[in-house]
């Protein structure tokens, strides 16, 4: 099977822009969930989608939104960007499963840096 | 950090040397998970532990869960250069939550 693909590897954005990213799961996979990962700050839970609909959230500002579509493919956007948004974004699927989910399967992420 | 740490956060030995690492969390969970970060193969999941378990071994890896104490170590024995690499532990809390810890860079000589 195929692994978690993320696109675009590479983005560079100014302030006040907005970004939108986007991830395919693993063939199967119904749950899809977004890290941040920045030096200062570590990797840090974003939200996780499962069937369309967002299943958790982490702590993180209302700029930060995402969504999933039936082929669960997810995007996520990070609107009015700020310095401190530059980061390595990863996404991660989890096998079908109704309850919590366990091992993720992570994309090589997209480093997004804000000018 | 308010969520847990990890030590040491750098670690260097000889290919050959077995290599520990230490995990603490501060919540209640649901189980534990080691992961390794690479720059070739990016964020890759080791071993999970659930919070009944004592200890699991999978290949050269060995995780040992201390409830009690909040703690978790991983230990790599008869470390290859291959092993070099971030690690780190994510916890699943109460609120299904994968909450990661800093990580340790381990750095394997030839």
């Known amino acids: 099977k195929a692994g978690v693909t993320q696109t675009p590897r590479y983005l560079i954005k100014t302030r006040g822009q907005q970004v939108t990213l986007s991830c395919s799961p693993i063939?199967?996979?119904?749950?899809v969930s977004w890290y941040q990962q920045t030096p200062g700050q570590g990797l840090q839970f974003l939200f996780e989608?499962?069937?369309?609909?967002?299943?958790n959230k982490g702590n993180f500002p209302g700029r930060f939104s995402g969504r999933q579509f039936s082929n669960s493919r997810s995007e996520m956007n990070v609107s009015t960007l700020e310095l401190g948004d530059s980061a390595l974004y990863l996404c991660?699927?989890?096998?079908?499963?109704?309850?919590?989910?366990?091992?993720?399967?992570f994309g090589p992420g997209t480093r997004l840096l804000v000018l | 950090s308010q969520q847990g740490e990890e030590d040491p956060q750098a670690l260097s030995i000889q290919e050959g040397e077995n290599a520990t690492m230490n995990c603490s969390y501060k919540?209640?969970?649901?189980?534990l998970q080691w992961y390794r970060q690479n720059s070739g193969r990016g964020l890759v999941h080791l071993i999970l532990?659930?919070?009944n378990e004592r200890e699991k071994h999978s290949g050269r890896l060995r995780v040992t869960l201390d409830t009690s104490k909040k703690s978790s170590s991983l230990l790599i024995t008869a470390s290859r250069a291959a092993d070099t690499a971030s690690y780190f532990c994510?916890?699943?809390?109460?609120?299904?939550?994968?909450?990661w810890g800093a990580g340790t860079k381990l750095i394997i000589k030839p």
């Open positions: 991660a699927s989890s096998l079908p499963k109704i309850g919590p989910q366990e091992t993720q399967y």
């Open positions: 063939s199967g996979h119904r749950s």
């Open positions: 989608y499962f069937s369309e609909t967002q299943r």
């Open positions: 919540t209640s969970i649901n189980n």
């Open positions: 532990i659930r919070s």
């Open positions: 994510a916890w699943m809390d109460s609120n299904y939550q994968l909450i």
